[in-house]
């Protein structure tokens, strides 16, 4: 999964919600490779106040419950997204203490 923390092609380009910030005062919502560690990062630096996640929800149905305790997420099969049936929709298990 892409995480804002990666080194790639966009190293040295401020994040999105780092340029919005001085522009807009009110709560600002942002979304898109986060992982717990990185959003409790931006969300820590004041310049983003909530982060949504979407598609790690469907992989990750306990999603609160691993950021909360650092477990990784699992990762998510887009191509199964919304496909009708409950491959890759409904049958992602929850994470379980081994």
């Given amino acids: 999964m892409w995480s804002v923390n990666s080194t790639s092609w966009h190293e040295n380009v401020p994040k999105a919600y780092e340029l ?3 522009l807009w005062k009110g709560v600002l919502v942002t979304a ?3 992982d717990g560690a990185s959003a409790e990062e931006a969300v820590a630096s004041g310049n983003v106040d909530v982060i949504a996640f979407g598609r790690p929800f469907i992989a990750n149905p306990d999603l609160p419950e691993r950021i909360r305790l650092k477990i990784p997420f ?3 099969n887009r191509a199964t997204f919304y496909g009708g ?3 890759g929709y409904t ?3 929850i994470h379980t203490v081994a």
Wanted: net charge negative.
């Fill in 91 to 93: 049958d992602y298990p």
């Fill in 74 to 76: 699992t990762p998510y």
């Fill in 20 to 22: 919005f910030r001085p």
């Fill in 32 to 34: 898109g490779g986060f």
């Fill in 85 to 87: 049936e409950e491959k």
